[in-house]
């Protein structure tokens, strides 16, 4: 997938330009009027060509260790809110190591994958593990719910910003073409 033009992004030196944000003021203008308060929460995206999740896929969880700021308790990620657009989706949590994308794929069984990670440039197991499944699947999105200053990868790549409720809703809705 290519990242969109700098007209797109706003012009030269707009919104993103050259760090690899796309779409954000767009997205956030679709979403700004809708119910729910899903403008605070659009998602910025890329996208050349995207078909839409139209079926229950596979959602990978990388999930950094928890730290004070942000606890074992706190919910996040779009596997609840795909849940509840695409009946039947499941997840799988991953942690760390080197057989993580090969577990990924293995339980997918043959869904679509949604590789959902929170700061992955911080996390280099994670973002090994994203090299390795995104050229093993290159249909799976990818959706950044922390900073997004790693290398945007695969089908679809989505970057929230965050990782409230409200942008696991926004990234849900982006990947199910809602």
Do not use: K
């Amino acid at each position: 997938a290519r990242g969109l033009d700098a007209a797109e992004q706003g012009g030269p030196g707009g919104f993103g330009a050259g760090r690899g944000f796309t779409g954000g003021d767009r997205a956030r203008r679709r979403h700004r009027d809708r119910p729910g308060g899903r403008g605070a929460g659009a998602a910025d995206h890329r996208s050349a060509g995207f078909v839409p999740v139209t079926s229950a896929p596979y959602v990978a969880a990388f999930t950094p260790v928890a730290n004070i700021a942000v606890g074992d308790e706190t919910p996040w990620g779009v596997a609840a809110e795909l849940a509840r657009l695409l009946p039947g989706t499941t997840t799988g949590t991953y942690h760390s190591g080197n057989s993580a994308p090969e577990q990924v794929i293995g339980a997918a069984e043959g869904r679509r994958i949604v590789a959902v990670v929170r700061d992955a440039h911080r996390h280099p197991w994670m973002a090994l593990a994203l090299v390795a499944l995104t050229a093993a699947r290159p249909d799976t999105v990818v959706v950044e719910m922390g900073v997004p200053q790693a290398q945007p990868r695969g089908g679809l790549y989505i970057a929230t910003h965050g990782a409230a409720r409200v942008c696991g809703r926004a990234a849900a809705e982006v990947v199910a073409g809602v």
